[in-house]
């Protein structure tokens, strides 16, 4: 059974940086492609980006410009890195398997999500 | 980006009833969608994927159907552990994206 969990600082100041891992346990990281997604308290869920274990990423058009994600595969991680946040990227972050074992691209196991707040 | 627009955004139904939930894409997205449950404090669970395959271990009492713009989800005969919001996902194109969401609440 694949299992996710994110881990990382709870609180970031606002113009720092967010970063968060996700370790994958149960499987490989290999041969698959792995998500972010967000929601903000209280309201809907947001596509962050996904990526490869070969590295080859996809990100949201919207946070492109402050977003990376990277895999370690030695490891059995993927991270994401948001640069210059501000409150409105208070949200839980979920890392989750982007693409099943069928190709299906509706994400399948996620972890259980990580508060993050932005907060001087 | 493609919109994509549930109704109700919240609905009040009894242990029992039958539920339908509806997603409209704001372009054709062919069955490139999926359905997801999510409890209070919980990630969400996928229930359906390519619009109509129940995910396994999924009750057969939820279904999906619909292609192009327009989906449905129903529940057939709501349980109490079925109380939750729903979203749908389209996963054609990206960036992808997720309905607002539709809360069900118990009457």
């Known amino acids: 059974q694949v299992q996710l969990q994110e881990s990382g600082p709870g609180l970031v100041k606002p113009s720092e940086m967010l970063s968060l891992t996700c370790t994958v346990t149960?499987?490989?990281?290999?041969?698959?492609?792995w998500s972010w997604i967000r929601q903000p308290p209280g309201k809907g869920l947001e596509w962050i980006g996904y990526?490869?274990?070969?590295?080859?990423?996809k990100y949201n058009p919207s946070l492109e410009s402050r977003v990376t994600i990277l895999v370690d595969t030695s490891n059995n991680q993927f991270s994401l890195k948001l640069y210059s946040v501000t409150s409105a990227d208070t949200a839980v972050y979920y890392c989750a398997r982007a693409v099943d074992s069928s190709g299906y691209h509706a994400p399948d196991y996620w972890g259980q999500g990580t508060l993050v707040t932005v907060s001087s | 980006d493609i919109q994509m627009t549930q109704s109700p955004s919240s609905l009040s139904a009894s242990v029992g009833d039958r539920v339908t939930i509806s997603c409209r894409a704001s372009q054709g997205i062919r069955n490139d969608l999926g359905w997801y449950q999510q409890k209070p404090g919980k990630a969400p669970k996928r229930l359906i994927y390519?619009?109509?395959s129940l995910q396994g271990g999924v009750p057969s009492r939820f279904s999906g159907s619909g292609s192009g713009t327009d989906f449905t989800l129903t529940i057939s005969s709501l349980q109490p552990e079925d109380f939750a919001t729903y979203y749908c996902?389209?996963?054609?194109?990206?960036?992808?994206?997720f309905g607002q969401g539709t809360m069900v609440e118990v009457k």
């Open positions: 149960g499987g490989s990281i290999s041969g698959y492609y």
């Open positions: 390519a619009a109509s």
């Open positions: 990526i490869y274990y070969t590295g080859n990423t």
């Open positions: 996902l389209q996963y054609n194109s990206f960036p992808q994206t």
